[in-house]
Structure formats: structure tokens, C-alpha cells
């Protein structure tokens, strides 16, 4: 079946640092990708929709500047958390479909990030 | 995309079948029905999809009613690992592909 790989599963990093989290597709090419956000005991909360070749769409209240997203080929999508602080902790999850309407999206095993 | 409804949590005894429901009364023609699980820690799964047939696959059935209003999902024999949350979602194919998660249901199987 079609598989998400997300890189890295955890990452410990320092206020005012940056991080980068991929997300690739390993058997398809994908040229959509969303990001997600998940708090604790809470639901998943769409950041933005990746599009390759393209400027990222972002969700009413997602800082763009904050939240850099670069999807430069059909398998590959990076999100990049700038001058990350202690509230961007948080997991973050990437999904990825097929070409097609009816194929479904899959996700990555997600991202947990912890801001110290 | 449809809202959907669903319980906030539910029990099932291991070896017997879950049946977790879910109400999307103003969903469209043209919007699937997916089910996702997510289990503590580790990103949502695919589980299964449909439009109006009922479909089945290794992991589970889907029902859904003549006038697509509502569904059930069934794991068949519920194991320990199947303990997670399930997300219903009602997903227009044309509506730029994205998922829009509820808070599902959490479906605890015991011994």
C-alpha cells in the first residue's frame, strides 16, 4: 500500500531555533501534501496544503512566515518551523495522496516536536 | 464538506465485533465516506472508504445506509491493538482533496 515516510519522529530543539520536518512519499508521486498539527487530547487541525511547484495555502491563522513549507518534487515536502518557541511544541503530522479523487490520503507516522 | 457525528467513546470486548457509528445527515452525492484510526502517538491510518455501496476489506466493513445519512464501521473480531480513535469523515473528491477531522470516536477493547 501506499506509504508516508516523515523525518524526523522526534526532535528536541531550543527557542529561538529552527527545524526541519520532510515528508516524502516512497511508491507514489504526490503532488499535494497537507500538514497537520496536533495538540495533546486534541484533533488534527489542518496547517496548510503543499502543492509541488507552487506556493503552499495556508489555514486561516497559520503564520506563513512561521511555518515555512517547500514541496519541490512530486515526493518530497518540507515543513520548516522558524524561531520555534515553547507553544509550537506540538505533533506534527504530514499526509500525501495518489493522483485521483478516489485514492485516499495517507500519513505520515508524525513529528514530535518539543521547544525547550 | 459534511459534518459528521459520532460518539465520544466506546468499549468492546476483544474477539467481538465493534460496530462504530456515525451520523452524516446532510452529506452530498458526490462525498465519500472515510474512516481513519489513530492510534496513540502515531499518525492516522487508512481504514476504508465508500460512496454508497457497502464495501469490505481486510481490516474492516463499512455500511452504509440506503439514504447515506449515516454508516458503521466494523471491526469483525476486535483486538487490543485495536484500541484507537476513530475518525469518520465525509470528504468531497472535488473540494480540494483535504481531510477535515472531528473528534472521533474512542474505541477501547478489554479483555
Known amino acids: 500500500g501506499a506509504v508516508v515516510s516523515q523525518h524526523p519522529s522526534r526532535v528536541i530543539c531550543k527557542s529561538g531555533t529552527s527545524v526541519k520536518i520532510e515528508c516524502r512519499s516512497l511508491?507514489?508521486?504526490?503532488?499535494?501534501m497537507f500538514w497537520y498539527r496536533q495538540f495533546p487530547k486534541q484533533s488534527l487541525m489542518l496547517m496548510a496544503t503543499?502543492?509541488?511547484?507552487?506556493?503552499?495555502?495556508?489555514e486561516q491563522g497559520v503564520e506563513k512566515d512561521k511555518f515555512l513549507i517547500n514541496h519541490a518534487s512530486l515526493t518530497l515536502s518540507t515543513l520548516t518551523v522558524t524561531s520555534a518557541h515553547p507553544e509550537d511544541s506540538s505533533f506534527y503530522i504530514c499526509?500525501?495522496?495518489?493522483?485521483?479523487?478516489?485514492?485516499?490520503?495517507?500519513f505520515g507516522n508524525g513529528t514530535r516536536l518539543t521547544v525547550t | 464538506d459534511a459534518k459528521t457525528t459520532q460518539p465520544t467513546s466506546m468499549d468492546c470486548a476483544e474477539g467481538r465485533a465493534a460496530n462504530l457509528p456515525c451520523n452524516h445527515s446532510?452529506?452530498?452525492?458526490?462525498?465519500?465516506v472515510y474512516w481513519y484510526r489513530q492510534i496513540h502517538s502515531q499518525g492516522p491510518q487508512y481504514i476504508i472508504h465508500?460512496?454508497?455501496n457497502n464495501e469490505t476489506n481486510e481490516m474492516a466493513s463499512l455500511i452504509i445506509t440506503e439514504d447515506r445519512k449515516s454508516s458503521t464501521l466494523i471491526l469483525p473480531h476486535a483486538t487490543l491493538r485495536d484500541t484507537a480513535v476513530y475518525y469518520c469523515?465525509?470528504?468531497?473528491?472535488?473540494?480540494?482533496?483535504?481531510?477535515?477531522f472531528g473528534t472521533g470516536t474512542q474505541l477501547k477493547v478489554e479483555l
Open positions: 469523515i465525509a470528504r468531497n473528491t472535488g473540494g480540494g482533496n483535504k481531510l477535515t
Open positions: 446532510t452529506i452530498s452525492g458526490n462525498e465519500y
Open positions: 511508491d507514489f508521486q504526490a503532488t499535494t
Open positions: 499526509s500525501a495522496r495518489a493522483v485521483g479523487p478516489r485514492f485516499p490520503l495517507h
Open positions: 503543499s502543492n509541488e511547484g507552487s506556493k503552499a495555502t495556508y
Open positions: 465508500g460512496l454508497k
